[in-house]
């Protein structure tokens, strides 16, 4: 484990000799008890001690010679021929099968051969392969047989420095599934003294290594830093480039075949101004562009070509502004990024909210296109689901959310809570309803989407902190980190790492359930915000009423100025005032600019029949000889007048 082994060799021929023992009374040694050192002996209860060394007795190394192996198939028409006889000759045939009919044998093998045959066609006669035999049965019957879920640790790598460094991710190397990456950060123990334990030092007090999956005592590969890190990435799509984050706000870049130090380093002055919290790879044409967050509430994007200068930075606000501040920023802890969508890419801060961000975005408002406030402290992690990818796992406070982007509204579907807090969690790249969560207590769970939604189906207790946990691509394997430095190797059992035929159509039936209940929460939330602004409108309507009417009706009639200065004071009744008042003045301007012509009556017009008055005058009179009145008078005057003046001008 820590270099404690020696290799003892002597001849072959030597191992196997007899063992002659002899009894014999010879004093070797005498060692008496020390009243100092047992005052200074302190009893420790529990004492607990882990190992995976044991006593080495032997070895012997071989090599066996290779056996090739080739498998045909054979077609039984009339049985198995011996070698000498053609089975296409009939002649040959029917002289074998006469001599085998002639043996005393041949009796006793057919009889043999009759009472096997005719034992299994009774068992097809008496049972119905196509009956359900247990249908009837109650559902309690079978409530004690359940699928067994184990997993034990295969391996235990610890950390080569004392004290031990805190241990912050795990990464499997994409070229090799039988190597992985464990990354420490010494960023707590500046005042401390590290020693190294191996005799061979592995780079400085602010390495990582690379191990291999069987060997714990030497790791394959080891990347150094002046600084302590306090996160690193290997690019998915070319494994050559490993990135990461200081204590000091800077993004390096390491070179995963040669190790040691890193090829360059970002400047100062353009570094992050607190500790680098995130990293992400994201999709290009040449695999060198990343993304960088930190506690300071900035992302960053880079190109490792050129980490002189961020190509493109960003204020991760809750509500984005054209110009940006980082008073109302919040600080990232996650970034994430599927490959598969290339446009879009995840954030989580330590407020509790996640973020959904856009590539193409030229401004912040296009870049943040929304957040959603889901926990209560800091987002975890992250972790998209391998066979639906729209699914994520966010860990954060005491809750572990199944989160979707199709629920724009109310993304969170379903949640798994526990009494401490969850540090971490990962989707099971074997099966589509296993995940597992890790938390302060140094409990992993396993949980199972289709088996139980309240409890894990198996648990491990730890008793130190979870640092992280990863699943190896094939599903087998899963790597856990604790905070102690030690990183334990569980294999996991068939159950856990293999799916069912139907598991992954009944997990996407359940995901597509979810995602529309959301929906239909989300429709009826708006549903009933929009009644309840309808009714605060209608119940602002009406106190606004009854105060106008309030004002009217305590008015003192005898006191006009305050009848005029309530107008004067009411906006829309001056507003109304006025309007009545432009319509009046464009009236009497219209008439003002109307032109009235006099026209002449029928009366005072000419026409040529007043030529068939010529002649005596008319006079009427009235039954009775009655007086003619003063007006008959005046019409016989204007008669007699018209006359006169037509007959002038005629």
Not at 351 to 356: A, E, I, K, L
Request: net charge negative.
């Amino acid at each position: 484990m820590h270099q404690n082994q020696f290799i003892y060799s002597r001849e072959r021929r030597r191992f196997g000799r007899q063992c002659r023992f002899q009894d014999r009374n010879e004093l070797i040694v005498s060692v008496h008890p020390s009243g100092r050192q047992r005052l200074k002996y302190i009893l420790r209860n529990p004492a607990v001690q882990a190992t995976q060394l044991s006593c080495q007795m032997a070895l012997t190394t071989m090599e066996t010679e290779n056996v090739t192996l080739d498998h045909r198939g054979m077609d039984h028409y009339e049985g198995g021929w011996p070698k000498e006889v053609n089975s296409l000759d009939e002649e040959q045939t029917l002289r074998h099968r006469k001599k085998v009919e002639r043996e005393d044998s041949w009796g006793e093998q057919v009889l043999a051969m009759i009472r096997t045959t005719m034992a299994v066609a009774e068992q097809n006669n008496t049972l119905n392969i196509y009956q359900n035999f247990f249908a009837d049965l109650p559902l309690e019957l079978g409530h004690d047989i359940r699928m067994s879920f184990r997993a034990r640790v295969c391996n235990v790598f610890h950390d080569l420095w004392l004290p031990a460094r805190r241990l912050r991710s795990i990464e499997w190397m994409p070229n090799n599934d039988r190597q992985f990456m464990t990354q420490f950060t010494n960023q707590f123990r500046r005042g401390e003294r590290l020693r190294f334990l191996a005799d061979e030092p592995f780079g400085e007090t602010n390495a990582s290594f690379v191990w291999d999956v069987k060997n714990p005592l030497k790791p394959k590969i080891t990347y150094d830093c002046h600084d302590p890190v306090s996160l690193a990435k290997i690019c998915p799509k070319d494994e050559n480039n490993m990135v990461g984050g200081t204590g000091l706000g800077q993004v390096c870049l390491w070179s995963t075949l040669e190790g040691g130090l890193p090829v360059r380093n970002c400047p100062l002055e353009v570094s992050h101004r607190e500790t680098t919290s995130a990293l992400c790879w994201v999709h290009s044409k040449s695999n060198t562009e990343f993304y960088s967050g930190s506690l300071d509430g900035s992302i960053k994007y880079w190109d490792t070509r050129d980490l002189k200068m961020p190509m493109q930075e960003l204020l991760l606000e809750p509500e984005p502004q054209e110009r940006q501040s980082r008073m109302d920023s919040h600080g990232v802890t996650v970034l994430e990024f599927e490959y598969t969508i290339p446009v879009r890419f995840i954030i989580g801060s330590d407020m509790g909210h996640v973020f959904v961000g856009n590539r193409k975005g030229m401004t912040p408002t296009e870049t943040l296109l929304a957040n959603y406030p889901l926990f209560a402290g800091p987002v975890r992690g992250i972790n998209r689901n391998p066979f639906f990818v729209k699914n994520f796992l966010i860990t954060g406070d005491w809750r572990a959310r199944i989160w979707s982007e199709e629920a724009k509204d109310g993304p969170s579907t379903m949640y798994f809570r526990k009494q401490t807090q969850i540090v971490c969690g990962a989707w099971s790249t074997g099966r589509c309803s296993l995940f597992v969560t890790g938390d302060l207590n140094g409990v992993v769970d396993f949980w199972d989407l289709l088996l139980h939604q309240r409890e894990p189906i198996h648990s491990i207790d730890f008793k130190v902190t979870i640092a992280d946990v990863v699943f190896r691509p094939e599903g087998d394997l899963l790597a856990v980190a604790l905070q102690n430095g030690d990183t334990h190797i569980l294999t996991l059992d068939e159950s856990m790492r293999q799916a069912t035929g139907k598991e992954k159509a009944l997990i996407a039936a359940m995901f597509e359930r979810e995602i529309v209940r959301s929906k239909l929460l989300e429709a009826r939330y708006d549903e009933v915000k929009l009644k309840r602004k309808t009714l605060l409108q209608a119940e602002e309507d009406r106190l606004r009423m009854e105060q106008e009417m309030s004002a009217i009706v305590e008015l003192d009639p005898d006191n006009p100025d305050e009848f005029v200065m309530m107008i004067e004071g009411d906006e829309e009744f001056r507003t109304a005032i006025s309007e009545f008042q432009d319509i009046i003045l464009s009236v009497e301007k219209k008439r003002s600019k109307r032109q009235v012509i006099n026209e002449p009556t029928v009366f005072e017009e000419w026409s040529p029949h007043d030529e068939l008055l010529q002649g005596d005058l008319i006079t009427y009179t009235y039954p009775g000889n009655k007086p003619p009145s003063p007006m008959n008078n005046d019409i016989r005057f204007s008669l007699d007048q018209r006359y006169s003046e037509g007959s002038a001008k005629q």
